[in-house]
């Protein structure tokens, strides 16, 4: 992806990770299936902007931009995708993708004033946008796939991998993501309160915790974050403080 398109990209991320539940199946025509689809995740979305994330009006805006990138590039039923639009779903009756996808802005920009809009039981999929920095590095490292380092044994400790990655992924810019990171190790723990809750939850998005229970590893991994932050960048140092 050449830099300009991979700018192109990026700025229509917010409408991407809505729309994420139909990248596969296409945009339903019906507005009342695609209230109830897209439910999920605009709660997340919801939650994460009064975390200082992306506002439902950026998300909005960004989808009234790709509808009037799909209105240039459709043309007598045939489409030729720009780079802008990759994983942006279609509409199932695709001459139809611009004017589903300005309903959906305008449903957006609205959603916030939905009475009950937020769920007493939210799901796996919209709490998984609650812990983005966990999701990345428990799937790499310690996810089904994924091993810490070469050579892990159930006698070789987590705490060992999680200084791997905080050294050869995290290190120096450590300020920008350790303190995120063990936000989202605590949260988990207030989330799920018991080890059945946390191993379903984690597992079920192919995350892992190596050998140790959950309920000792969170803790762990925020206490491996907060001691590096303590010897490697010591807040007079690290933060502008008067």
């Known amino acids: 992806m050449s830099g300009g398109s991979h700018i192109e990209y990026f700025r229509l991320q917010g409408a991407r990770i809505l729309l994420a539940p139909y990248e596969y199946d296409g945009l339903p025509d019906d507005e009342t299936t695609w209230q109830h689809g897209l439910a999920p995740t605009l709660r997340a979305l919801y939650v994460a ?73 939210p799901g796996p999929w919209e709490l998984s946008h609650r812990f983005p920095r966990l999701k990345q590095v428990l799937t790499i490292y310690f996810g089904q796939d994924g091993l810490a380092y070469e050579g892990e044994t159930e006698d070789m400790p987590e705490a060992e991998g999680v200084r791997t990655w905080i050294n050869d992924d995290v290190h120096p810019n450590c300020v920008w993501e350790l303190p995120g990171t063990v936000a989202e190790c605590y949260e988990a723990l207030a989330l799920f309160t018991d080890e059945v809750s946390l191993d379903r939850f984690f597992t079920h998005l192919n995350m892992g915790s190596g050998y140790t229970p959950w309920l000792e590893f969170l803790p762990m991994f925020a206490q491996e974050c907060i001691n590096h932050m303590r010897e490697h960048h010591p807040s007079r140092e690290s933060l502008i403080l008067p």
């Not at 009037?68 to 459709?74: E, G, I, R, V």
């Open 49 to 121: 902007e009064h975390g200082e994330g992306r506002t439902l009006y950026e998300v909005a805006h960004q989808l009234r931009m790709a509808a009037d990138l799909f209105s240039t590039h459709l043309k007598d039923g045939e489409e030729t995708t720009p780079r802008a639009l990759k994983r942006i779903p279609a509409a199932a009756t695709r001459e139809r993708t611009p004017a589903v996808l300005r309903d959906i802005a305008t449903y957006v920009e609205r959603w916030s004033k939905i009475e009950g809009k937020l769920e007493a039981h």
